[in-house]
């Protein structure tokens, strides 16, 4: 069992960064690859990022490659979200997810944190 809890969202000008963070429960988290999903509204939740549990692979959308950066720090169980050059049409809700899969499909993933809010401004 993991629990994911996610940080870091706000409301930012395009052009501008933020940086999510996902903190997991559990002592299992480095068994775990950690994707980002983003949900617009009106909209179905889609892949963002994804990293694999020891940081050594990663995988971006092509919406985000390029501007956005997934790492993961396995002595505070954390996944990070580096978001750069935001665009309005980054704004969604951010979900963290971890599975024991390297995968980008959605349905794939067991274990899901509650969303943090990113809405960028024109």
């Known amino acids: 069992q993991v629990q994911l809890v996610e940080s870091g969202g706000g409301l930012v000008q395009a052009g501008g960064s933020l940086r999510l963070s996902c903190a997991a429960s559990?002592?299992?988290?480095?068994?775990?690859?950690m994707g980002w999903f983003r949900q617009a509204p009106g909209k179905e939740r889609e892949f963002v990022a994804v990293?694999?549990?020891?940081?050594?692979?990663?995988y971006y959308a092509d919406s985000v490659k390029g501007r956005f950066t997934i790492s993961r720090d396995n002595a505070k169980n954390t996944v990070y979200l580096q978001m750069n050059s935001l665009k309005p049409e980054d704004t969604a809700v951010y979900y963290c997810?971890?599975?024991?899969?390297?995968?980008?499909?959605?349905?794939?993933?067991?274990?899901w944190g509650q969303g943090t809010q990113v809405t960028v401004s024109s």
């Open positions: 559990g002592r299992t988290f480095s068994r775990y690859a």
């Open positions: 997810a971890a599975d024991t899969l390297f995968t980008l499909v959605v349905h794939k993933y067991d274990y």
């Open positions: 990293i694999n549990s020891n940081g050594g692979s990663t």
